[in-house]
């Protein structure tokens, strides 16, 4: 089910990202969910709420990395 603000996303995301990372993981995530509403349009038998949640954090790593226990914006 998409995310309508960053207080709705999973302790997951808001305990661990910044807020940027988790603005990238909320919009990947809600563009995601609707990408991939059908389920051929998904790999193997990944539900839609897992396939969303795998692109909403391969978005944030694409601009963060996990140093130690934090995440930090990647070097450009």
Same mark, same amino acid.
């Not at 193997?44 to 396939?51: C, F, K, L, P, Y």
């Not at 391969?58 to 990395?65: Q, W």
């Given at each position: 089910? *998409?995310? %309508?603000?960053?207080? /709705?996303?999973?302790?997951s995301v @808001?305990?661990?990202?910044?807020k ?12 995601a969910w609707?990408?991939y509403?059908? *389920?051929? %349009?998904?790999r193997? /038998?990944?539900?839609?709420?897992? @396939?969303a949640h795998?692109?909403?954090w ?8 996990k ?10």
């Open positions: 089910m *998409p995310y %309508d603000k960053l207080s /709705d996303l999973p302790d @808001t305990d661990n990202l910044p940027h990372a988790q603005e990238i993981y909320k919009e990947a995530y809600n563009s609707e990408q509403k059908d *389920p051929e %349009d998904r193997g /038998d990944a539900s839609r709420e897992e @396939t795998q692109v909403a391969s978005a944030v790593k694409n601009k963060y990395e140093k130690g226990d934090k995440w930090v914006a990647k070097d450009k």
